[in-house]
């Protein structure tokens, strides 16, 4: 059976691993790299149609997003790494081309109950201690604002350093760029496992790599053992809207009551959402109707003057992958690394994690 070998091998091709394989290509041009990506396509997972947020603003583990931080320290390192993934990705859009029409400045967050409104400002001081800049509006505001209803609102938090973009369009310019610079993406061809530095494929090639690493989203778990992985499914709805950007929300506005975000992209309005537990790679068991139809409500009680009855749109699922202590970017052994587990966070974190395992890669091999 043939066998390649490779200085790194990344498993996973969705944000998280095309950006450590493209952090790998930047700093060790000259090595051979190689991505393995089960499905047909690069960034097809959770990378896919997600929020589009780039928000610091957000930087609590999974398990406290709507509860009091219990972890300062961690809230702190989360923090600090979404700040500085934001810069890069900002430079990169920048890099890349990306159009001004797929970006917006700032996220908000609206709240319709007061309770929702007071967790999140107790969660809001940590994140405002350590810089964030935040700017509260009351429900009077929401409108002229946002340009969204304030139909039951209390309020809303506006963070002027968040940002969006296109996920998606960004995990194509990595792709891109990975093969120019002669890395090799290996599509629809999965890791089944991996023996001490083989990694076996489900066509039963062998892939060698001096190091491993493991950014297989979802997917991870199946491969190595981390504690406390588990996903959580998400949902979006995108309608096309061209000519009708100027009733968009001016950018995303999360609603953490009604567990829900609307984000403009360019001609596009996505509504995305939803949190509904499973384990890793379950069946899905949930009618998939009702959450796209629910998305559907909101979006139409937030955005009441758009013409969606004739709009086209699309449906999109996926898993979050979750872990109880945040992000694991991590050296597991000798040569084996992991980088996943970065839940509501994944493309906000996508660049600085990606730095952060480089790091840890170089530090092992020195
Ligand atoms: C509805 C929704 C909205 C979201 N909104 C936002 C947002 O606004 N901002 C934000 O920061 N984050 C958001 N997220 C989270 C973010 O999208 C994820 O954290 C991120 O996409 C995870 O990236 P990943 O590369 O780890 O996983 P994925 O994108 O799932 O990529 C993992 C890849 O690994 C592949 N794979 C799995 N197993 C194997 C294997 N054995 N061998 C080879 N390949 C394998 C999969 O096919 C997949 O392509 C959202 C998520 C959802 C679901």
Wanted: glycine share 10%; proline share 6%; net charge negative.
């Amino acid at each position: 059976m043939a066998r390649q070998a490779y200085q790194y091998a990344i498993i996973g091709g969705g944000i998280i691993g095309l950006s450590t394989a493209y952090a790998l290509q930047l700093r060790h041009p000259k090595s051979t790299i190689c991505v393995i990506e089960a499905g047909p396509e690069c960034g097809f997972g959770a990378s896919w149609a997600n929020g589009s947020m780039i928000h610091p603003s957000q930087a609590t583990p999974w398990r406290d997003s709507h509860a009091p931080a219990t972890d300062p320290a961690l809230v702190r390192d989360i923090y600090q790494l979404a700040v500085r993934s934001s810069a890069i990705l900002r430079a990169r859009f920048n890099e890349f081309d990306i159009a001004p029409r797929h970006r917006r400045e700032g996220c908000a967050k609206i709240y319709t109950d007061v309770s929702t409104l007071q967790t999140d400002q107790a969660k809001l001081q940590v994140l405002m201690a350590l810089g964030l800049p935040t700017e509260f509006i009351d429900s009077s505001q929401i409108e002229k604002r946002l340009n969204i209803s304030a139909d039951g609102a209390v309020g809303a938090y506006i963070f002027p350093n968040d940002h969006s973009g296109p996920a998606r369009l960004y995990c194509r310019h990595l792709a891109a760029r990975l093969a120019a610079g002669g890395a090799k993406l290996m599509t629809a061809n999965g890791a089944a496992n991996i023996e001490g530095q083989d990694i076996m494929l489900q066509s039963g090639a062998i892939v060698a790599a001096q190091n491993i690493i493991v950014a297989a989203g979802s997917g991870s778990a199946a491969l190595v053992n981390i504690a406390g992985q588990h996903a959580v499914r998400g949902y979006s709805r995108t309608f096309e809207l061209p000519g009708h950007e100027p009733d968009f929300p001016v950018m995303p506005v999360m609603d953490d009551a009604a567990h829900m975000a609307i984000a403009p992209m360019g001609t596009h309005l996505r509504v995305s959402g939803g949190a509904d537990p499973e384990p890793m790679n379950s069946p899905h068991h949930l009618d998939r109707h009702v959450i796209y139809d629910a998305l559907e409500a909101y979006l139409r009680q937030r955005c009441p003057g758009l013409p969606l009855d004739n709009a086209p749109k699309s449906d999109w699922t996926a898993l979050r992958p979750m872990s109880d202590q945040g992000p694991v970017i991590a050296c597991l052994r000798d040569g084996l690394f992991v980088n996943t587990g970065h839940g509501h966070m994944g493309w906000t974190l996508s660049a600085g994690a990606a730095d952060r395992i480089v790091d840890i890669i170089n530090g092992a091999a020195a």
